[in-house]
């Protein structure tokens, strides 16, 4: 959208803050300010953020995020996002996320969204990885083609948000899911709004590697419960 279209669009129906409601932008601010950022490492086996005795086993080369889902502020964005298609809060998000540092990895690795079954994107009407996908390519400048065909969610399943936050539960529900249909690449950044667990991308990331990827990579906006 244009710059001229964005000022008419916003007079014609003003913004307010998806966070707080405040008038004047789609996520002001004060709320961008006060989102509780990661800074620190988070590990690729469990997603833990602190020094700890590691008994994970995801599958992934290296995990980024940007904030924690049990912040309210981050959590309105990404909820208004993903159930209510606010995707107007794009400017805003890349603002956001212009203030880390991009995350790196091999020139050769493909970004790819976590897809959705057809069910859900009926519903939804878009796909809220390719969506942050897309902005994140933008933001951090990253070169890396982005891959929709080489995997697909095959099987509709009750949502994970309703399995609680047990590993084992989530990972269950979420089994064979997706699947390769055409020889995927070697090397795969994976794409989504939220990791709880880690269990929904993690089968992903094996049912890529049991098909040729060597290493799978997640970038996520927020993680944990």
Not at 143 to 171: T, W
Request: glycine content about 8%; charged content about 25%.
């Amino acid at each position: 959208m244009s710059q001229l279209m964005e000022k008419v669009r916003d007079w014609l129906f003003p913004p307010f803050c998806v966070s707080c409601n405040r008038p004047g932008s789609w996520w002001c601010g004060d709320c961008k300010g006060r989102v509780e950022k990661i800074q620190s490492r988070i590990c690729p086996a469990c997603l833990s953020l602190e020094n700890h005795v590691c008994d994970g086993d995801l599958p992934f080369k290296q995990v980024w995020s940007f904030g924690l889902y049990h912040d309210p502020v981050l959590r309105a964005v990404i909820t208004k996002i993903k159930f209510n298609g606010v995707t107007i809060v794009k400017n805003d998000l890349a603002e956001f996320l212009s203030n880390f540092p991009a995350p790196v990895f091999f020139q050769d690795a493909v970004i790819m969204p976590m897809p959705l079954s057809e069910k859900r994107l009926k519903e939804r009407g878009f796909n809220q990885a390719e969506y942050l996908a897309q902005i994140m390519k933008e933001v951090f400048g990253w070169p890396n083609p982005i891959d929709l065909d080489s995997v697909k969610r095959v099987k509709h399943r009750d949502p994970q948000s309703g399995m609680g936050h047990e590993y084992e539960v989530r990972a269950g529900n979420i089994s064979g899911v997706f699947e390769c249909v055409k020889e995927p690449p070697g090397s795969v950044v994976l794409i989504d709004d939220v990791a709880t667990t880690g269990a929904t991308a993690a089968e992903a990331a094996r049912v890529l590697m049991q098909a040729g990827t060597e290493e799978v990579y997640l970038v996520t906006l927020a993680i944990g419960a």
